[in-house]
């Protein structure tokens, strides 16, 4: 009698069903049909992925689909394929059969038998050590400690391709040695090769009782669902994870063991509550240096040339190996190197080539950043993600304040085919290079800011194609000057500009000439002599315009309005540094110039006429000023409107004026009415309305009433310091203006402690010979000297003499005021003699150099009349 044969199994009957189905397109090769489900819309409107190796398996029974969306995609492709006239599959039905075979396969997966040691198993190959490997203690220490926290269950080593991560992850799985543990190294830039070490290592660990029908697919899950249940001891490494969508279902999780992940992405799937997140970036700079010794020790050039290589490179670890093996292999000298690196014309394909690889990287400089965009570019709308980062390879490395990618500039240039979603673009493929680590953007800060690092920076200039490269350039000095213009408009905010001013300084080097196009200098270029001036920096301020003259003349001509405006600057430098005389005469030939070439009423001729009237008042001719200025502000409001800053300048410098030329009521009432207008118009935060404020105070003071304006000024300064900061120039000028009138209204002590700060702050600041701190400098003596400490105050101011006249000249009012305080000081100690041998040669100069009318003139005199009538009594 024959036995019966034994039913058949949920998994064979799946696959018989399956095998039914698949009969009904017999034309369709497996290719074609897989192709066709993976093309087939679900209810939900999504799609999976089928393949044509996965698809025999199914009908082989040799593997379950692990998603019943793949089941429902192959039964709806081939009932399409075969015609409205076949019958219909039932879904239900589908998801039953298949429900069993999962079940089905789930029983008889086999457990692995007991270990008869507890020897270590290590599966898988870390990548060698890289020639002189680098500890970096630091990220060393993070990742250890991540390990050894029981809180932990998974350490992620995100950051850029290149910066060592995967170095940093095999020194941690060399150190992960524990008795009878399994350590496993995955390469896990695709989930195939993640399912291939998976499959591996669950042979191992089973041994005879692996299953070797089973696919590697279903041996992966075996051994996620080992690692969940053992009590040995583990590490998973899963290695340069491209995609984290290619960890769903293998991710190793169980309480025995730890994971760690290195990847470029820094994506919201990577980041969980047992995961400890340790951002990986270049080298420090002794790290770097210490690198390069130990890989050129045969190429010797000092550590000043080392150090240098490194800044040049970014302490961007590919490069700096890339480098290393570069300068072995052709024998070039090391400054040749890096006077080619510092050659815009030469690109990273030939100073990093292939042809000398990294030790221990795949990747080039050239080849790492170009994957990483890739892939962000599908992360982005179309294009958005390249044309982001065009952009910000124009600009500063770091500092990028958010804002100026949501400029219309930029967006033109990112989002090239129309604007209706632009701000969603931009922060889609903002996000998208960040989620990559091609930038860092940081939105937690005020203002946002965005980081690139130079050496990408570079990569991405250098892919644009060369006829869009002038295109590009303006484009984001556009983007620069949209946004500087708006920041102009409102309170400081001094952090933004000092960004701005540095991506002017980049656009500089990256764009050169084509800022000079179109007929004229792009107006950004207008944005760094004010700038620099307003920090106190002149000598840079006169460096930088002068640099930009040679150019400008060359390519627009002598007489061209940015020639015209480059010379004032230059001029107005030089005359901020101590030279007023010169400047005066400089600036009254520019004006002639402008006034024949632009015309009298010109913005560009009148801003010239307002320095010129300013270094006039300076000499000491403040009549002659108060009415240049005065004119100047009607004719300027006539053609510019009342509200425009350089008649509200005019304005200030008119009550300035009339304060020098003795009327300081008249000059504290100006300035009131000037205040309330600016604090109506632009807030009391604003520039002009600080500027104005200032200005009040100290003619509120000149006007009698000492306690008022330090009232004034400790509002000015607190408004200040929030808005600038303490080193800020303007609030330096007002801390110093504070002390002065404290002074005054007899707190001498508290006035001496706070010229102190001032004058250390400003020798902080600007250094020890710019005007202002001389002049905080002598101040700061005559009331020491004014509070009890005459010897001492007139040494130094003995001392500081000279060296007033050496930078301002000895004409300028501020050296000739130093000496009529030595002569005040002199004539309270008792010294009448010497006060009048001093005052007698000073009232010359000042009767020559101001006149005999100057406040200041008329105060020597009266001095000197004082010291001679001691004398003659």
Known sequence: MEEPEPPESPRAA????????????????????????????????????????????????????????????????????????????????????????????????????????????????????????????????????????????????????????????????????????????????????????????????????????????????????????????????LDDVDDPADLRGVRPAGEHGKSMVTTRRRDAALIRPSARIVPVGTFAPEEAVDYLRSRLTADEDGTGDLRALADRLGHFPLALSQAAAFLIDTGMPLTTYRRLLDDQRQTLSDLLPATSPADEHGETVATAWQLALDRAETLAPAGSARATLELLSMLAPDGITEALLHTRAARRWIVRAGDGHAERAVLLSLRALHRLSLVTHDPSRTPASVEVHALVQRAARESVPEQLRPRLAVAAADAVEELWSATAECAYEPETQAGLYRSVEALRRTAGLDLLGDGRMHPVLRRIGPYLAGLGRDLAARDVCQELLAPARAHLGDEHRDVLYLRCRVALAAGELGDAASTRAELEHIRRDAERILGPRDPDTLTVRLHEARFRMEEGAVAAALDDFTELAGRAADGLGADHALVIDAQ??????????????????????????????????????????????????????????????????????????????????????????????????????????????????????????????????????????????LTELAALQPRVDGVLGADHPRALRTRQQRAELLELSGDSAEAAALLTALLADMTRVQGGDHPRTREAAEALARCTGREAG
């Open 14 to 237: 799946f696959a018989d069903a399956l095998t039914r189905l698949r009969r009904r397109v017999p034309d369709l090769s497996d290719e074609v049909l897989a192709r066709r489900a993976s093309r087939t819309a679900l209810p939900s409107g999504r799609r999976v992925d089928v393949n044509a190796r996965r698809l025999g398996e199914w009908l082989s029974g040799r593997s379950v689909p692990r998603d019943f969306h793949a089941v429902i995609a192959l039964v709806r492709a081939v009932e399409s394929a075969a015609g409205p006239a076949g019958p219909r599959s039932s879904i239900a039905d589908w998801e039953r059969r298949w429900r069993a075979a999962c079940e089905d396969r789930a029983a008889a997966m086999p457990a692995p038998r007991p270990a008869a040691t507890v020897d270590e198993v290590v599966i898988g190959r870390p990548p060698s050590d890289a020639a002189s490997l680098r500890e970096r203690t630091a990220l060393s220490g993070a990742i250890d400690a991540a390990l050894e926290d029981d809180a932990v269950r998974e350490v992620v080593l995100t950051g850029a391709g290149g910066v060592g991560k995967s170095q940093l992850a095999a020194a941690a799985f060399h150190r992960f040695r524990q008795p009878g543990g399994v350590r496993v190294w995955v390469p896990a830039s695709s989930r195939q090769s993640v399912f291939t070490t998976y499959a591996r290592a669950w042979r191992v660990v089973a041994g005879g009782e692996s299953g070797s029908g089973w696919d590697d697919e279903t041996q992966a899950d075996l051994f996620t669902a080992w690692l969940r249940t053992t009590t040995r001891p583990w590490l998973v490494v």
């Open 652 to 793: 200030s410098h008119a009550a300035l004026c009339r304060g020098l030329a003795g009327d300081a009521i008249g000059a504290r009432d100006a300035c009131a009415a000037l205040v309330e207008v600016l604090e109506r118009r632009y807030g009391p935060g604003h520039p002009l309305t600080l500027s104005a404020l200032t200005d009040l105070g100290r003619w509120t003071g000149e006007a009698g009433d000492t306690r008022a304006a330090v009232d004034i000024y400790l509002r000015a300064v607190a408004r200040l310091e929030s808005a600038v900061g303490r080193l800020h120039r303007d609030t330096l000028i007002a801390r110093h203006n504070l002390a002065y009138w404290r002074g005054l209204a007899g707190d001498r002590g508290l006035a001496v402690e706070e010229f102190t700060a001032a004058a250390e702050d400003a020798e902080r600041a600007l250094g020890a010979d710019h005007p202002t701190t001389l002049t905080y400098r002598v101040n700061l003596n005559f009331w020491r000297g004014l509070a009890g400490e005459p010897a001492t105050a």
